[in-house]
Structure formats: C-alpha cells, structure tokens
C-alpha cells in the first residue's frame, strides 16, 4: 500500500530539563522539518517550549497544553 508520510520516524525528540524545570524540543535533522510557533528548527539545536506554543513535525501541528488547559478543553461546548 502507498503510504503518505509528512513526518519522518525519527523526527524529533523532546525532553524534560528537570534542573531548570523546562521543555526542550530537537530537531533530529530530519527531512519534512521541525518547527516551534511555525518557525523551523535547526538540526541538534535545542529549543524550550512552554504551554500555548505550537510544535511542528513535518506537516502535523500540535498545541502544547497543560493538564488543566487540556481539561478545561476537553469540557468547552461544542460548537454545532
């Protein structure tokens, strides 16, 4: 079957910097790109995100949010 890939199998990587108590987002050098608040990543350059930012891996976009925000989300009625 033909596959329709927008994002590479080893994209990124993020971590938890638990001593500075921050998210970190890497780009792995990968080909469809990696982006914070639509800005790309450099390649093994790390970058902090925080709640509310916008990670990019290749076409996908994902919203950063806190537990409680993710909740509140969650709970939001739905527009008809």
């Not at 910097?17 to 050098?29: P, R, Y």
């Not at 093994?44 to 537990?67: M, S, V, Y």
Request: proline share 10%; charged share 15%; aromatic share 8%.
């Amino acid at each position: 079957p033909k596959r329709h890939v927008h994002a590479s199998d080893a994209n990124a990587q993020i971590t938890v910097d638990t001593v500075h108590t921050k998210f970190l987002l890497l780009d792995l050098g990968s080909v469809n790109g990696t982006s914070l608040n639509g800005i790309p990543l450099k390649p093994n350059e790390p970058q902090a995100f925080a709640p509310g930012h916008i990670l990019g891996f290749g076409r996908f976009k994902f919203l950063c949010l806190t537990p409680t925000e993710l909740f509140v989300q969650l709970r939001a009625p739905q527009a008809p």
